[in-house]
């Protein structure tokens, strides 16, 4: 069965709203959890580690004000893209690392900004 | 700075075939693991197979089995008797093992399996 779930799984927005993404480890306590993003027929690319307690830790050229993280609980990470335009729009992927060394994906968000 | 290169954008092969996937990569750790994911048409992300660097055997998982050459810096994935299932984007991945969780991706492989 699914061991990381994303919540929704396809979202429209407005230019200059926020959205916010859920994921959530369902069958363990996850104290880091990752954020991905992924345009169309591309590569994911790391944006963010979301650690449980503390503050995310954002990889070069994301911007931390626009991508807000919130590891509210041990199974729950949030990513609430703000004020969004449409080259916000993109697929966001996040992951779990229930065992050492080997990463569970939620199954995405599409992101559309109008 | 780590970087993993996929320099075959888009195969194909016939049903039942084998194929091999390319991937090099570049780093100077010593301790880390290479992986395989597999992204169907629904996008969820599948993990295919795992390769820890220490480990001089090659990695199998049933019909998915990998050729590492470490001092090559290069990690190819086989995938014998293709099947139509098999048919997604494949991602070859690189994670420090200093820094777990953190996947560094090539660039995509197509693979289309055809009857």
């Known amino acids: 069965g699914a061991v990381v779930s994303q919540h929704p799984s396809w979202v429209i927005c407005k230019s200059g709203t926020s959205v916010k993404i859920e994921c959530r480890s369902l069958?363990?306590?996850?104290?880091?959890m990752f954020w991905y993003r992924q345009f169309p027929k591309q590569s994911l690319m790391l944006m963010a580690t979301?650690?449980?307690?503390?503050?995310?830790?954002?990889e070069q050229g994301v911007e931390k004000d626009k991508f807000l993280i919130n590891h509210a609980s041990l199974t729950l990470s949030t990513l609430t893209v703000t004020s969004a335009h449409p080259e916000d729009s993109s697929f966001y992927i996040c992951?779990?690392?229930?065992?050492?060394?080997?990463?569970?994906f939620g199954p995405g968000t599409r992101l559309t900004v109008t | 700075a780590q970087t993993v290169t996929q320099s075959q954008p888009e195969m194909s092969v016939q049903e039942a075939e084998t194929v091999t996937l390319s991937c090099t990569y570049d780093t100077s750790e010593s301790n880390y693991y290479l992986f395989w994911y597999k992204q169907p048409p629904s996008r969820q992300m599948i993990l295919v197979i795992r390769?820890?660097?220490?480990?001089?055997q090659n990695a199998t998982e049933n019909r998915f089995s990998v050729n590492f050459q470490k001092a090559a810096k290069s990690f190819s994935l086989k995938i014998s008797d293709s099947q139509l299932g098999d048919t997604a984007m494949y991602f070859c991945a690189f994670m420090k093992q200093s820094n777990t969780g953190k996947l560094i991706f090539g660039q995509g492989t197509t693979l289309q399996v055809k009857p």
């Open positions: 390769q820890e660097a220490y480990k001089q």
């Open positions: 992951s779990v690392d229930r065992v050492p060394y080997e990463q569970y």
């Open positions: 979301s650690n449980e307690g503390s503050k995310a830790t954002y």
């Open positions: 069958d363990f306590q996850a104290t880091t």
